[in-house]
Structures are given as structure tokens and as C-alpha cells.
């Protein structure tokens, strides 16, 4: 990649971060940019990490995730798995084998406790020139969005969730 590279935040409480941060990552790979994925709290094998491993090799994607609950609750295994996850992916980010290095969900970890505020905010600090950063996940906290380029937030208007529907293999799984 030639150029600056940003920190972009896809943020708030509607639909579409994740997905977002997906469309960015195949507009990158047909530009023949290479993409490192760390999905935090995610542990199921998606429809995109199918679609990725099948149809876009230029991408690598690793979770970082055990399940996690709202609850308040939160164990050692999860916290252990998202600081280790945080690492590979400053790892990564300063290997230079990756143009673009997508954290996803990586908000909530912070929110969660799983994650610090002050350990992101050192990984966007040490990013280096030409490292296109992208944090997704609802409650991005202010010194995060502050640190950022670019920053959209999501905004529910209406949703078919509250209507009972669930999530559907191919559109939100």
C-alpha cells in the first residue's frame, strides 16, 4: 500500500460494522492489498470466514474469542485469549507482511475488560506509516475515537431483530 494509512472506527449500535469492515476488506484484496483479520470475542467459523478461506487467500483471519456473556462475567480464559489476541495482532501489524490490519470487535473487548483502553491506544501508536487500522465494535470509548481518522457510527433506525427475527446464515451469520 502506498500512502499514509488511517485508523478507522466503525462504531455504534446498528447493523453493519463488521460487514463494513468486510466490504473495505474486499475492495483491498481485489486492489491486491493484503489484509490480516483478528476477530475479538468471535469463535464460530462464518459465512465470511468460509468466503475468505475458500475464495481470498490475500486474507488471514484469526479469532480470538471463547463466547462471551453481557452479564458482567468474565473469565480468565477470555481475558487470557484477548490479550494474547491483541498481541498477535501488534505482531502482525508490524510484521509487514499486511497492508490493512482489521480489529474487529475489538471495542466491546475493551468494554468487556478483556482488553485495556491503554493497551489499543499503544497499538495504534505504534502503527507504522502506510498501515491502514480499522477498530470495529459498538462503544468505541473517547480517547479511542479521538485517536482515529475516520470514525462512522452505526445508527439503528429499525431493525427486524425486534420483530423476532433471527440471525440468518449468509446475511448476519
Given at each position: 500500500m502506498t500512502g499514509q494509512g488511517y485508523v478507522q472506527v466503525y462504531t455504534g449500535h446498528g447493523?453493519?460494522?463488521?460487514?463494513?469492515m468486510?466490504?473495505?476488506?474486499?475492495?483491498?484484496a481485489g486492489a491486491g492489498l493484503r489484509v490480516y483479520i483478528g476477530q475479538f470475542l468471535k469463535y464460530m467459523e462464518y459465512s465470511e470466514i468460509k468466503a475468505i478461506k475458500t475464495y481470498l487467500p490475500m486474507v488471514e483471519v484469526e479469532q480470538y474469542g471463547?463466547?462471551?456473556?453481557?452479564?458482567?462475567?468474565?473469565?480468565?480464559?477470555?481475558?487470557?485469549?484477548?490479550?494474547?489476541?491483541l498481541e498477535k495482532a501488534t505482531q502482525a501489524?508490524?510484521?509487514?507482511?499486511?497492508?490493512?490490519?482489521?480489529?474487529?470487535?475489538?471495542?466491546?473487548?475493551?468494554?468487556?475488560?478483556?482488553?485495556?483502553?491503554?493497551?489499543?491506544l499503544e497499538l495504534i501508536k505504534k502503527r507504522p506509516y502506510g498501515i491502514e487500522l480499522i477498530l470495529t465494535g459498538r462503544y468505541a470509548m473517547p480517547e479511542i475515537v479521538a485517536a482515529a481518522d475516520v470514525v462512522t457510527e452505526m445508527c439503528e433506525v429499525k431493525h427486524y431483530y425486534n420483530a423476532g427475527v433471527a440471525a440468518r446464515e449468509g446475511v448476519e451469520l
Amino acid at each position: 500500500m502506498t500512502g499514509q494509512g488511517y485508523v478507522q472506527v466503525y462504531t455504534g449500535h446498528g447493523k453493519g460494522k463488521t460487514t463494513a469492515m468486510l466490504g473495505l476488506t474486499l475492495r483491498a484484496a481485489g486492489a491486491g492489498l493484503r489484509v490480516y483479520i483478528g476477530q475479538f470475542l468471535k469463535y464460530m467459523e462464518y459465512s465470511e470466514i468460509k468466503a475468505i478461506k475458500t475464495y481470498l487467500p490475500m486474507v488471514e483471519v484469526e479469532q480470538y474469542g471463547q463466547g462471551y456473556s453481557l452479564d458482567g462475567r468474565i473469565s480468565m480464559e477470555d481475558a487470557q485469549t484477548a490479550a494474547a489476541g491483541l498481541e498477535k495482532a501488534t505482531q502482525a501489524m508490524l510484521s509487514g507482511k499486511y497492508d490493512i490490519i482489521a480489529l474487529d470487535e475489538v471495542n466491546m473487548a475493551v468494554l468487556l475488560g478483556f482488553v485495556s483502553k491503554e493497551a489499543l491506544l499503544e497499538l495504534i501508536k505504534k502503527r507504522p506509516y502506510g498501515i491502514e487500522l480499522i477498530l470495529t465494535g459498538r462503544y468505541a470509548m473517547p480517547e479511542i475515537v479521538a485517536a482515529a481518522d475516520v470514525v462512522t457510527e452505526m445508527c439503528e433506525v429499525k431493525h427486524y431483530y425486534n420483530a423476532g427475527v433471527a440471525a440468518r446464515e449468509g446475511v448476519e451469520l
